[in-house]
C-alpha cells in the first residue's frame, strides 16, 4: 500500500514540516558528497549501540560526540528510496499534526519522538555495531499522534496489481494501524533485519503519548502570530470528490475547492472520484477568472441511464477561506 494523500485539509502552510524535508535532503547530499568515506560518516554520525554500551568502543568518543549522534541519526538515510519513503510520509502526515500543535511543539515533538526511537532501538540491540540511520522513528511518531487526532481522516492509497494501478480510500485507523501491526510482526519475528523496528514501535507508542500531554504543553503563542504569513494560498492540487445526485437525476454533483487567488488566475486539480472508478484519477482545468458556485461540468461522468447513454458530472466551485 503506497499512500498518496489525506483527505484531512490543512489552512496554513507546514513551514516545520517543510524544513525538516529540506534538512533531510540537504544532510543527504552531504551524506552522498563522502564518496568512499560515507560508511565511516554514517558510524560516526548514525547511533550505533555499542558506542555506548561497550566501554573499549565508547572510549573512543567525546561525551558531546555521543550526545549529538543521538540527533544526527534521524536525519541520515541509507539511500535515495529510503529518503524518499521517509519524506513522503512526513509530507502526507506532517501538515495536520503541525497546525495542531503549533510549530515550536511540533519540532519539540518531532525530535522527542525520534529520540525515544532512538533509545528504544538501543536497548533492543545494546551491542549492535551497525548505524542506524533515517527519520523512521520520528515519523512514526508523527503517525502516532496522526493515528490519535484524525482517526476518520481518510487515506488515498495505492495498490498496485500487476501493471494496473487501483486507488482506495482507507480510513486513517485502519491504514496507520495496519502499519503499526506490521512493524510489530516483523519486531517480534525474531529474525535478523537491517530494519530497526523496534525503533518505528518507540516512535509511534511516543507520538500518542506526547499528543495526549501536548494540551499541558505552554503555547507560545506563535502560531497566531504567524498565522496570515502561513496561510495556504493554494488548495492541494490532487482532491478527492464525493458526487451525489437524485436517483432519477443521470447526473452528479460535487465540490472543488479552490482559493480566490487560484479562481482569478486559474489552476489544474487532480481530482479522484469514487463515483467514476473507471477514470481513477482525472485533470480538471479550473479556467481563470471563474466566479464561487460557478460549475465545471465532466462530460460523460454520471450515472448511465436505462437507454444506455451516461450523465455528467458537475463540479461546483467553492472558495477556501
Same mark, same amino acid.
Not at 223 to 247: M, N
Not at 284 to 312: C, F, Q
Given at each position: &500500500?503506497i499512500p498518496?494523500?489525506?483527505?484531512?485539509?490543512?489552512?496554513?502552510?507546514?513551514?516545520?514540516?517543510?524544513?525538516?524535508?529540506?534538512?533531510?535532503?540537504?544532510?543527504?547530499?552531504?551524506?552522498?558528497?563522502?564518496?568512499?568515506?560515507?560508511?565511516?560518516?554514517?558510524?560516526?554520525? %548514525?547511533?550505533?549501540p555499542?558506542?555506548?554500551?561497550?566501554?573499549?568502543? $565508547?572510549?573512543?568518543?567525546?561525551?558531546?560526540?555521543?550526545?549529538?549522534?543521538?540527533?544526527?541519526? &534521524?536525519?541520515?538515510?541509507?539511500?535515495? @528510496?529510503h529518503?524518499?519513503?521517509? &519524506?513522503?510520509?512526513?509530507?502526507?502526515?506532517?501538515?495536520?499534526v503541525?497546525?495542531? @500543535? %503549533?510549530?515550536?511543539?511540533?519540532?519539540?515533538?518531532?525530535?522527542?519522538?525520534?529520540?525515544?526511537?532512538?533509545?528504544?532501538?538501543?536497548?533492543?540491540?545494546?551491542?549492535?555495531?551497525?548505524?542506524?540511520?533515517?527519520?523512521?522513528?520520528?515519523?512514526?511518531?508523527?503517525?502516532?499522534?496522526?493515528?490519535l #487526532?484524525?482517526?476518520?481522516?481518510?487515506?488515498?492509497? @495505492?495498490?498496485?496489481?500487476?501493471?494496473?494501478?487501483?486507488?482506495?480510500?482507507?480510513?486513517?485507523?485502519?491504514?496507520?494501524?495496519?502499519?503499526?501491526?506490521?512493524?510489530?510482526?516483523?519486531a517480534?519475528?525474531?529474525?535478523?533485519?537491517?530494519?530497526?523496528?523496534?525503533?518505528?514501535?518507540?516512535?509511534?507508542?511516543?507520538? &500518542?503519548?506526547?499528543?495526549?500531554?501536548?494540551?499541558?504543553?505552554?503555547?507560545?503563542?506563535?502560531?497566531?502570530?504567524?498565522? =496570515?504569513?502561513?496561510?495556504?494560498?493554494?488548495?492541494?492540487?490532487?482532491?478527492?470528490?464525493?458526487?451525489?445526485?437524485?436517483?432519477?437525476?443521470?447526473?452528479?454533483?460535487? !465540490?472543488?475547492?479552490?482559493t480566490?487567488?487560484?479562481?482569478?488566475?486559474? $489552476?489544474?486539480?487532480?481530482?479522484?472520484? =469514487?463515483?467514476?472508478?473507471?477514470?481513477? @484519477?482525472?485533470?480538471? !482545468?479550473?479556467? =481563470?477568472?471563474?466566479?464561487?458556485?460557478?460549475? #465545471?461540468?465532466?462530460k460523460?461522468?454520471?450515472?448511465? !441511464?436505462?437507454?444506455?447513454?451516461?450523465?455528467?458530472?458537475?463540479?461546483?466551485?467553492?472558495?477556501?477561506?
Amino acid at each position: &500500500m503506497i499512500p498518496i494523500r489525506d483527505t484531512k485539509t490543512s489552512h496554513s502552510v507546514a513551514v516545520v514540516t517543510r524544513a525538516l524535508i529540506a534538512v533531510n535532503v540537504g544532510v543527504f547530499l552531504i551524506q552522498l558528497a563522502q564518496g568512499e568515506g560515507i560508511l565511516r560518516f554514517n558510524y560516526f554520525y %548514525g547511533l550505533v549501540p555499542a558506542r555506548y554500551t561497550v566501554e573499549r568502543i $565508547a572510549t573512543h568518543f567525546s561525551l558531546a560526540q555521543q550526545a549529538f549522534a543521538l540527533l544526527s541519526f &534521524m536525519f541520515l538515510h541509507g539511500g535515495f @528510496l529510503h529518503l524518499l519513503g521517509n &519524506m513522503w510520509s512526513l509530507y502526507i502526515f506532517g501538515d495536520n499534526v503541525e497546525e495542531h @500543535l %503549533g510549530p515550536i511543539r511540533f519540532l519539540v515533538f518531532y525530535l522527542a519522538c525520534g529520540l525515544v526511537s532512538g533509545f528504544t532501538h538501543l536497548l533492543s540491540n545494546p551491542v549492535s555495531n551497525i548505524p542506524t540511520v533515517g527519520a523512521s522513528g520520528a515519523i512514526a511518531g508523527v503517525m502516532g499522534g496522526y493515528f490519535l #487526532l484524525f482517526p476518520g481522516a481518510r487515506i488515498l492509497t @495505492l495498490l498496485p496489481i500487476v501493471f494496473i494501478p487501483l486507488f482506495f480510500e482507507i480510513p486513517a485507523f485502519v491504514f496507520i494501524g495496519i502499519w503499526f501491526l506490521l512493524q510489530v510482526l516483523n519486531a517480534t519475528s525474531g529474525g535478523q533485519s537491517a530494519i530497526a523496528w523496534w525503533a518505528h514501535i518507540g516512535g509511534f507508542v511516543a507520538g &500518542m503519548l506526547l499528543v495526549k500531554l501536548s494540551g499541558r504543553m505552554p503555547a507560545t503563542g506563535l502560531s497566531q502570530r504567524l498565522k =496570515p504569513l502561513t496561510a495556504k494560498r493554494h488548495t492541494d492540487r490532487l482532491q478527492v470528490i464525493r458526487p451525489a445526485g437524485e436517483a432519477d437525476d443521470a447526473n452528479i454533483y460535487g !465540490t472543488l475547492r479552490v482559493t480566490e487567488l487560484e479562481a482569478r488566475q486559474g $489552476a489544474t486539480k487532480l481530482v479522484n472520484v =469514487p463515483w467514476a472508478f473507471h477514470k481513477r @484519477l482525472l485533470r480538471v !482545468t479550473i479556467p =481563470p477568472g471563474i466566479n464561487e458556485g460557478s460549475r #465545471l461540468r465532466l462530460k460523460g461522468l454520471g450515472r448511465w !441511464t436505462a437507454d444506455g447513454h451516461r450523465g455528467d458530472l458537475y463540479l461546483q466551485v467553492v472558495y477556501e477561506r
